[in-house]
């Protein structure tokens, strides 16, 4: 059964287009967020720890596969590298006020994509 739904998920990422990707990887840097928050309110520090490094992670991706040719890309790049910047002080000062701060800018960015896909979609 687990194959089955290994195969299932690997298929679904590899029809995936980039905008639905890109929107993937910001709901699961929401997610991890949203796990660093409640293991700091939980006092579960590894899973904190973790949450927090695997929303580097994301974020390093996701500045990594920029297309530079679009001008976006260097307001995107400095975005990001402010993310990096947000989750090294959390990731050292244990702060939900860093998370309460990162979060909505994160959606916001989510929504800005799904909006860019929708009109785009509904161009062709």
Known sequence: MMNGYQQYKTQSINT????????L????????LTRAEIALKNQ????FDASV????EIVSYLSSTLNR?????KDLDRMYEYFQYQ???????????????LKPLVIELRDTFKQADR???QRK
């Open 119 to 121: 009109l785009n979609m």
């Open 53 to 56: 490094t695997r929303s580097k």
């Open 87 to 101: 989750l090294s002080r959390l990731s050292a000062g244990r702060k939900t006020t860093i998370i309460d701060e």
């Open 25 to 32: 990887l910001y709901d699961e840097l929401i997610k991890r």
């Open 16 to 23: 995936m287009t980039q905008a639905e990707m890109l929107i």
């Open 44 to 47: 579960d520090f590894a899973l």
């Open 69 to 73: 040719k679009y001008a976006i890309s």
